[in-house]
């Protein structure tokens, strides 16, 4: 490259964000906990691929959603012309994957998965193009309990994760009978209403009138409050489950508010909806949605199986641990080692091999543009990655068959600065993280 011709750089697509190294600890803490939270309730992962068939999407999702009318990044493969979409949500690719794989043929699964999802949305807090989801599924199961345990699972997660003040709104919108009465009702008083409806209501009117209750528009509230509500429209049997829902959640101190007007933005719910919403986020306020889904695997081409589960939007909660506080942010290593000159390097690089057989995490300074760097340089860097430990060798070292050991967290700084025999080196640091009086590696000590 020409010395004075700097190449333009190119900038990500917006509304997709890099994850960076300073935020890798939360990431890694948030998706650890999920992991073992979702594994203390016995649900598997499922991993599917991020591109599937649109024709996936517009028949699960429904074709009149926000998803499917405006917010799906679909393309034609250019090698054979199919009409391919990166997937907006995993619910649809879960379901594809279980029919095409038979999962359930020996009995109800428990499945959940974790990844990117892409909607073309405008960018703002809390709201991207590429986000990402954590989703439970669990297909087969028809009672109401399966409703509470993925609710529950929620629950013991936001409290793993420390996470206060997010609070559970439910409610059930029926089968589709008792949606298509309450349905004809709703749309005579809509039109009773006409004038008072906006634009995209108008346009919903008969298409998803339910969706219209969805609203976010101040004008149209007072209309949507005295509209019809589906509770009243439950059947007997609806209303047995959402009572079964209730009971379970009540019985184990979940708090929760019934919400009337709470809806989900796909086609294929029935009965329980909920939603985890929290006042912190702003107008993201939702971490977490979920429902019963009885009749999509049907319409996937799937014999009837009943199925219930949420997706949490992961940016959200991580969001919310930072505004919840208190998380530590895990050094880069235990110890962190100097050196000078050829022979000392040779050294450091076998004591490192040796530090991590014994289970420590170990930086080793390693040559920079600009060079090895001095020994005040590389101190810092030593200071500044978190070790509690810098393994020092230069010449003098090498030459004496020792090297030097600085407790880098010691509040005995008179003190804290050994030599070591090489062959001694990892037992005395083990031992001093196992015993040491400022040991802060809590899972050190016995
Ligand atoms: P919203 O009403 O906020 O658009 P939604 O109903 O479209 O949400 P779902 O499809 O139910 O959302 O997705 C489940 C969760 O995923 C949401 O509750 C939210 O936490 C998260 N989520 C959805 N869309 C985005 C996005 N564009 N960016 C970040 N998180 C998102
Ligand atoms: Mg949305």
Redesign the pocket.
Known sequence: MSENKRVEKIAGVKGMNDILPADAPLWELFENTVQSVLKSYGYQQIRTPIVEPTALFARGLGEVT??VEKEMYSFVDSMNGDQLTLR??STAGVVRAALEHNLTYDGPKRLWYAGP?F?H?RPQR????Q?H?VGAEALGFTGPDIDAELIMLCQRLWDDLGLRDVRLELNSIGNADERNRHRADLVAYFERHKDVLDTDAQRRLYSNPLRILDTKNPTMQEMVNGAPKLLDYLGEESRAHFEGVQKILRHNNIPFSINPRLV???DYYNRTVF?WVTDQLGS?G????GGRYDPLIEMFGGKPTPACGF???????LELMKANGDHFAPNQCDVYIVHQGNEAQMHAFVIAERLRDAGLDVVLHCAAAGGGGSFKSQMKRADGSGASFAVILGEDEVAKGVATVKAMRSADTENNQHSVAFDTVVDYIVDQITCGDDCDHPEHHH
């Open positions: 926000d998803i907006p949500e999802m909607r949305e809390g709201r991207y193009r986000f989801q989900r933005g796909m939603e993201q939702t971490v977490c949605g997706a949490m939007g992961v940016e959200r909660l």
